[in-house]
């Protein structure tokens, strides 16, 4: 009777063993990946909410720093030093709070002051995103985006008392960066090209962009007959650079194209390119990724990895910008 006793008992050890490994486990891993909730980060009733167009005709209010960890989450490679995840979670919180402010009446989301598109307002994934982004290293990454955040609670850019429009760019391919009257026209004090030889060694490396020129002058919207067959490789010519050394303007033909509008009609990587050019097609070389005004992503990064504390970093890319808590 007792062995029999013994054996039921081992008996029933394995069966809760194996239900365990069958249904617990499963459950247990399931709950470590969505341990966290759509609200992770907790804020005081009566905080700033933000509403945000995720998609067309998809509105989503959230609090504002739960936003600005998807921001981040979504504007950064997690990889970066935290440094720089913070100054990013800084000029992004100061860009959602000047737009909450203005209320801009924005006909590509009307119902919504900002939207999810980085060619537009900025980038934003939700927790299913960041799960998918990140895998099984949703949880570490997760807190390492939320403590950036968390640490810099409060905190935004201001000059001469008011919010700054701080714009930001992925890589500015160790040039520096631009000035924004090179680019959209206007003297922003703030927004000055400054040095940055940060940039990791990959990020300065060149970039090719191919195109025939049928591709091409569709792509201006230049009429090919008016350009002289006789022109071949003759018919783009470089004209002026910026102080910086980017593309100001190129002539193509007999037309004057301004190389921001070029790079944006030819979705060029940066406006710091060269051109060759040969009977069949027109070769593009370019250097960094975006407008390279203010913030370059990556060259804070590089800052971060050489001991650089985010305000530094931020009033670095942001002259004269001063760092407050609201």
Not at 77 to 84: C, I, L
Not at 280 to 308: P, W
Request: charge should be neutral; aromatic fraction near 8%.
């Amino acid at each position: 009777m007792i062995n029999r006793l013994k054996g039921y008992r081992r008996l029933g050890y394995a069966v809760a063993v194996l239900i365990f490994v069958v249904v617990g486990l499963p459950a247990l891993l399931a709950r470590g990946c969505g341990w966290e909730s759509e609200a992770p980060v907790k804020e005081e009733d009566g905080g700033v909410q933000v509403k945000l167009q995720v998609a067309e005709g998809k509105i989503v209010s959230m609090p504002l720093e739960q936003y600005i960890v998807g921001v981040v989450a979504a504007e950064m490679p997690v990889s970066f030093h935290e440094e720089a995840l913070k100054a990013q979670a800084v000029a992004a919180r100061t860009y959602t709070l000047l737009r909450l402010e203005e209320e801009p009446q924005d006909e590509e989301h009307p119902a919504a002051p900002l939207c999810s598109d980085p060619g537009h307002c900025q980038a934003w994934i939700d927790t299913a995103g960041m799960r998918k982004r990140w895998g099984w290293h949703f949880r570490s990454s997760y807190n390492k985006i939320a403590g950036a955040v968390k640490a810099t609670s409060g905190q935004v850019l201001t000059y001469n008392g008011e919010l700054i429009d701080p714009v930001y760019h992925s890589s500015c391919g160790g040039k520096g960066t631009e000035d924004a009257r090179e680019v959209w026209g206007a003297e922003v004090p703030y927004l000055k090209s400054v040095r940055c030889t940060f940039d990791s060694e990959k990020k300065q490396e060149a970039v090719t962009t191919r195109l025939t020129w049928q591709e091409f002058y569709k792509r201006l919207g230049v009429d090919e007959q008016a350009v002289p067959a006789a022109a071949g490789g003759g018919a783009v010519e470089i004209g002026e650079r910026t102080a910086s050394g980017r593309v100001k303007n190129v002539k193509v033909g007999s037309q004057i194209i301004s190389g921001v509008d070029l790079r944006k009609q030819l979705q060029l990587r940066s406006t710091d390119f060269k051109a060759t050019a040969s009977d069949k097609e027109i070769v593009f070389s370019t250097r960094g990724y975006g407008h390279a005004v203010g913030l370059c992503q990556y060259g804070a990064d590089g800052l971060a990895q050489r001991g650089v504390k985010y305000n530094r970093i931020l009033t670095h890319y942001y002259q004269g910008a001063k760092l407050e808590t609201r």
